[in-house]
């Protein structure tokens, strides 16, 4: 069905209803050309005349043969769509009293996210009347920005949303490893799915 979308995106020989076109390409010399005189090149080629411009005045054709041409676009599909790069947003918790283990704990797994090429959004959450401690939360999310100096830029400075307060940082340009789409996960802290605050 992919193929069928593709293929009908283009007109070819009689299809093309423009009284004249420009024909480029190393088949012919590139020039405008009544419809008649450039069917009758792409014939003598033994290839086909491909719209591959139609809003363009006039319409830009190529004499090509069209399987070969479908067949170059899907090559160049695929080779754009495998550089696109991934990069997943990772998050971390903190509660706002977190201990130096854990916290060192959470560093630690922040610059491997980091020396992957994965953002990472650190928040701390505030639990009833610890929010009163947000200011305490605000200090722990710039000394851990501060300690990943070396690994990352911030994104965006610590902000309150709602019962939390969130900072985010990016990797800083090195070699990151190429992947393909981007996608936002919560990661473990080993087993869980988020590197959590331990249950108080």
């Excluded at 009908?8 to 405008?32: C, F, H, P």
């Excluded at 676009?73 to 998050?91: G, P, S």
């Excluded at 996210?113 to 200011?135: H, M, T």
Aim: glycine share 4%; with cysteine; proline share 4%.
């Amino acid at each position: 069905m992919k193929n069928d979308s593709l293929k009908g995106q283009y007109r070819i020989n009689e299809q093309i209803r423009a009284k004249e076109v420009r024909i480029v390409g190393d088949e012919v010399e590139s020039n405008v050309y009544p419809i008649a005189q450039a069917l009758k090149l792409a014939e003598e080629h033994e290839a086909d005349l491909v719209e591959i411009s139609p809003n363009a005045q006039p319409p830009v054709c190529r004499i090509i043969d069209y399987s070969k041409f479908i067949y170059q676009l899907r090559k160049r599909q695929k080779e754009q769509k495998a550089k696109q790069v991934k990069i997943n947003v990772k998050e971390i918790r903190f509660g706002p009293q977190t201990d130096d283990h854990d916290y060192n704990f959470k560093l630690k797994h922040a610059k491997g996210f980091l020396e992957d090429g994965d953002k990472v959004r650190a928040y701390v959450f505030f639990k009833g009347r610890s929010i009163l401690f947000k200011e305490q939360g605000e200090v722990l999310l710039l000394r851990f920005a501060n300690d990943l100096e070396e690994f990352a830029k911030v994104d965006q400075l610590p902000v309150l949303e709602g019962k939390r307060m969130i900072i985010q940082l990016s990797p800083k340009k090195k070699d990151i490893p190429k992947k393909n789409l981007t996608s936002v996960k919560p990661v473990g802290d080993v087993t869980n799915t988020e590197v959590k605050e331990k249950e108080e």
